[in-house]
C-alpha cells in the first residue's frame, strides 16, 4: 500500500497554461505539505494544511493554490506556468504538525 | 532568521567505514531539527527528529545525531556505512509548525566498495 501518492509522475507543459497535481494519503494524517525541489536539490516547503488552516511560505507566488476536497487529499493548483516553475514537487504528510513524515515519490514539472 | 549549513557538499567513504555529516543551524529558540535521506528518483524519508529531551538521539537504518547547543549543530552519525547508504541527505530546523522549517542545501553520500 502507497502511504502517500501523486499523480503525475512527470508533467510537460508550455508556458502560461494552468496544470494540477493530485496528491492523496492513506495514513490518516491531519497534515499535508507541498515541497518543491529545484535542480540543484535545493527543498523548499511551500504550503502545510491542517484541519483546514493553510499555512503558506510568504516566497511563494500566488499563481500557486493547494486545493483541499477532504483529509487526504491536498492538491497543488498552478496558474499561468512560467519557466521557473520546472521542478519536483513533493507532497508530504505527518500526524505531528512540526515535520513532514512521509513523502510522496514526487512530480517532475517541466515547464517549456 | 533562521539557517541550515551543511558544509560538506560530497564525501565519499568506504564501505563499512563510519560516517558523519555535520550540520549547523541557526535558529532563535529552541530548534526542531530533523534529518532526511533521499535515494536518487525518490522522495524523501524521515531518518531522526529531535526535539527535546536526550541529545543523543536514534533514528532508523542504523543513524544516529547529536544535538550541541554549544556548537549549534546536529550532526549525523552512522558506524558502519552500507552501499546503499549512497544518496542524499537533507538537515532540516524549525518549529512547532512545519510550514516555518528550512532545510540545508544537502550533502551526498558516495559509498567506495
Known amino acids: 500500500d502507497t502511504a502517500v501518492s501523486q499523480t503525475p509522475k512527470y508533467l510537460v507543459t508550455q508556458m502560461g497554461n494552468d496544470k494540477s497535481i493530485k496528491c492523496e494519503q492513506n495514513l490518516g494524517h491531519d497534515t499535508m505539505y507541498w515541497y518543491k525541489q529545484d535542480s540543484k536539490k535545493f527543498l523548499k516547503i511551500m504550503f502545510s494544511?491542517?484541519?483546514?488552516?493553510?499555512?503558506i511560505n510568504e516566497t511563494v507566488p500566488n499563481r500557486f493554490s493547494p486545493k483541499s476536497p477532504d483529509k487526504a487529499h491536498l492538491n497543488l493548483h498552478i496558474n499561468s506556468l512560467e519557466l521557473g516553475d520546472s521542478a519536483v514537487y513533493f507532497c508530504a504528510s505527518s500526524q505531528d504538525r512540526s515535520l513532514a513524515e512521509f513523502f510522496g515519490p514526487g512530480t517532475r514539472l517541466t515547464v517549456l | 532568521a533562521q539557517s541550515v549549513t551543511q558544509p560538506d557538499i560530497h564525501i565519499t567513504v568506504s564501505e563499512g567505514a563510519s560516517l558523519e555529516l555535520r550540520c549547523n543551524y541557526s535558529?532563535?529558540?529552541?530548534?526542531?531539527l530533523f534529518w532526511y535521506v533521499q535515494s536518487p528518483g525518490q522522495g524523501l524519508q524521515l531518518l531522526l527528529k529531535y526535539f527535546s529531551g536526550d541529545t543523543l538521539v536514534q533514528g532508523i537504518k542504523g543513524f544516529e545525531a547529536e544535538f550541541k547547543r554549544s556548537q549549534s549543530s546536529f550532526n549525523l552519525r552512522k558506524p558502519s556505512v552500507h552501499w546503499s547508504d549512497a544518496a542524499e541527505y537533507f538537515c532540516?530546523?524549525?518549529?512547532?509548525?512545519?510550514?516555518?522549517?528550512?532545510f540545508g542545501d544537502g550533502t551526498t553520500l558516495t559509498v567506495k566498495p
Open positions: 532540516a530546523v524549525g518549529g512547532p509548525n512545519a510550514g516555518k522549517s528550512t
Open positions: 494544511y491542517n484541519n483546514k488552516e493553510l499555512i
Open positions: 535558529y532563535g529558540a529552541t530548534p526542531y
